[in-house]
């Protein structure tokens, strides 16, 4: 499983397969796939710009997204809602493949027709809970892709609003925001997470921002 397929299971609401945080859900795909590149050594930042730094891989998701990386070097805030607008759809095309959600259409009212992404199977969703809980509420140390999981999931807003809901207080807020800011693991590898967080974050700010212009306007 990459890490975004993980992020994806996460985020869905596993009734509805609505995700949380639909607003910044591009770039956060967007640096999951990232911080896969970056974990197997095939990306990474510098000067501020994301670059190659290895061979395409086989992987079709991460190739699409090691592509756009090549196209140019990119700030990371311009480049992962490019990665991530076409993410979505091939992950959850995935996880219907691996049997994990189901692709379902309901009606609503007796009337309206709509997509659901139901759960149909939460063996591996509930390991990647147990381990995020670990690292959040027990204090233990995180693997590198838990840790960049964490991470993700506390940028893009997603951590206190997930269905079924993880523990939430101060402190798995303050250690969630320490693990987006790098300060764990591989110098190369927290690195790109952390500019990736930063990257996600900063899409949340914009969003915000353009929800309050219009609801005030």
């Known amino acids: 499983m990459l890490?975004?397929?993980?992020l994806a299971l996460l985020l869905m609401d596993d009734e509805s397969g609505t995700p949380a945080a639909a607003g910044t859900l591009y770039p956060t795909m967007g640096g999951a796939v990232l911080v896969e590149l970056a974990l197997a050594g095939l990306v990474d930042v510098q000067d501020k710009k994301v670059v190659a730094t290895g061979e395409a891989p086989d992987d079709p998701l991460l190739r699409a997204g090691y592509d756009k990386v090549t196209e140019k070097p990119r700030s990371v805030g311009s480049l992962l809602p490019r990665i991530g607008a076409d993410t979505w759809s091939a992950v959850v095309d995935r996880l219907v493949e691996r049997g994990l959600?189901?692709?379902?259409?309901?009606?609503v009212l007796g009337v309206f027709r709509m997509n659901t992404?139901?759960?149909?199977?939460n063996t591996h969703e509930q390991e990647v809970r147990?381990?995020?809980?670990?690292?959040?509420?027990?204090?233990?140390t995180p693997d590198p892709r838990t840790a960049a999981l964490t991470a993700l999931l506390s940028a893009s807003g997603a951590l206190p609003v997930l269905q079924p809901p993880l523990a939430w207080s101060g402190e798995v807020h303050r250690r969630a925001?320490?693990?987006?800011?790098?300060?764990?693991?591989a110098e190369a590898v927290s690195t790109a997470v952390a500019v990736a967080a930063a990257g996600i974050a900063a899409s949340t700010a914009a969003v915000t921002a353009a929800?309050?212009?219009?609801?005030?306007?």
């Open 3 to 6: 890490i975004v397929e993980d």
């Open 101 to 107: 959600i189901a692709k379902e259409k309901k009606r």
């Open 117 to 121: 992404l139901p759960a149909t199977d």
């Open 130 to 140: 147990q381990r995020i809980h670990a690292v959040l509420v027990d204090g233990e």
């Open 177 to 185: 925001k320490e693990l987006e800011k790098g300060n764990w693991g």
């Open 211 to 217: 929800v309050v212009v219009t609801t005030v306007t």
